[in-house]
C-alpha cells in the first residue's frame, strides 16, 4: 500500500448523549478528500470539527454513515500506521526528549525505535528542529513544540495526516511561517491532509478545498476551491484574489 489515500465520509451522524441532553454533532457529513490533497475544515466552535477528525481516526464511531480511508475502516487504517494526527496543545510529553517524543507513536504500533532513528532524524530536520534531538519541551518555544508535534505526527510515514488546530495557539507572523512549512512538509510527504482550524487565511492559503460548517446540527454548508498554484508563498497573502477567497469563506462562515 504506497501513495496517498482518500478520506471518504458518506451521510456521517454522530448525537452524543449525555445527562437528559442530546448533541447532534454531526448530520449527513459527506466529504470526499482526494488521494494527495489538502482539505480545511472551518466553521464555528462546537460546530463538529474535532468530531468529523475523531471518527476519521477510529477514535469513536458514528451512528450512521459510512467513513473510509482509502476504503479502508479508520480504526483499521490507525492500527496500521497510515494516519497521522496533531493536535492543538502539541501534547508532548514533557519528560521526554525532542527524539523520543517524535519516536512515541511508533512505541504505540509496537515497532522499534531503533529501526526508524534514520527516519526521525530526516524528520528532525525537516521541520527546522536539527540540533534540539535532546532538548526537552520546556526548553523550546511554542512554535519548536509545534513543529516537534507535526513531526511526531509523520513518524509512521502517513499517507493520511489529520491536523487539529496545529497553531492554534501561535502569534499570527510566526502562523504565517509555520503556514509555509506546513506546505513545504505536506508536499514533501504527499500526503492527503484534513487540517482543522479558525483560521481564515490559514485555510486559503493551505488548503485546495475550504469546507465550512455549521453547527447544531454539525453539517457542512459549503464547500470552497483554492486555485493557488503552488508553492504558495507569502505574497499570496496581500493579494487581491486571495483577499476574495477570504471575503467567500467569511461570507459562508456568517451564513450568506
Ligand atoms: N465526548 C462527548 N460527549 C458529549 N458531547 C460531546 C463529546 N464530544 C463532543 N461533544 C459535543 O459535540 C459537539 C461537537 O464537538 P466538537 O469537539 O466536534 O466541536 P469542534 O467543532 O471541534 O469545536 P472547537 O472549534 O471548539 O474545537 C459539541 O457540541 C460538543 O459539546
Ligand atoms: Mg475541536
Request: proline fraction near 5%; aromatic fraction near 6%.
Amino acid at each position: 500500500m504506497s501513495g496517498p489515500h482518500a478520506i471518504a465520509l458518506a451521510k456521517v451522524g454522530k448525537t452524543y448523549v449525555g445527562r437528559g441532553k442530546s448533541v447532534e454533532a454531526l448530520k449527513d457529513v459527506s466529504l470526499f478528500c482526494e488521494p494527495g490533497s489538502f482539505t480545511a475544515l472551518i466553521g464555528p466552535s462546537g460546530c463538529g470539527k474535532s468530531t468529523v477528525l475523531r471518527l476519521a481516526l477510529g477514535l469513536d464511531v458514528a451512528d450512521s454513515g459510512e467513513i473510509s480511508i482509502d476504503g479502508i475502516a479508520p480504526t483499521k487504517a490507525t492500527s496500521a500506521g497510515l494516519t497521522g494526527i496533531a493536535f492543538q496543545d502539541a501534547a508532548l510529553m514533557p519528560w521526554r526528549s525532542v527524539s523520543s517524543n517524535i519516536a512515541l507513536p511508533l512505541q504505540v504500533l509496537n515497532r522499534n525505535p531503533k529501526h526508524y532513528q534514520e527516519a526521525i532524524t530526516t524528520l528532525i530536520e525537516l521541520v527546522g528542529l536539527s540540533g534540539f534531538e535532546n532538548a526537552l519541551p520546556g526548553e523550546l518555544s511554542g512554535g519548536m513544540r509545534q513543529r516537534v508535534a507535526i513531526a511526531r505526527s509523520l513518524v509512521t510515514s502517513p499517507q493520511v495526516l489529520f491536523l487539529d488546530e496545529p497553531f492554534g495557539a501561535l502569534d499570527q507572523i510566526l502562523r504565517r511561517q509555520m503556514n509555509i512549512e506546513l506546505q513545504r512538509i505536506w508536499m514533501d510527504t504527499g500526503s492527503t491532509a484534513l487540517l482543522v482550524t479558525h483560521g481564515i487565511d490559514e485555510a486559503v492559503f493551505l488548503a485546495d478545498k475550504v469546507v465550512v460548517m455549521q453547527g447544531n446540527p454539525g453539517r457542512i454548508v459549503q464547500s470552497i476551491d483554492i486555485p493557488f498554484a503552488r508553492p504558495r508563498n507569502k505574497e499570496l497573502f496581500a493579494s487581491a484574489d486571495f483577499h476574495q477567497l477570504n471575503d467567500t469563506v467569511t461570507r459562508a462562515l456568517h451564513g450568506e
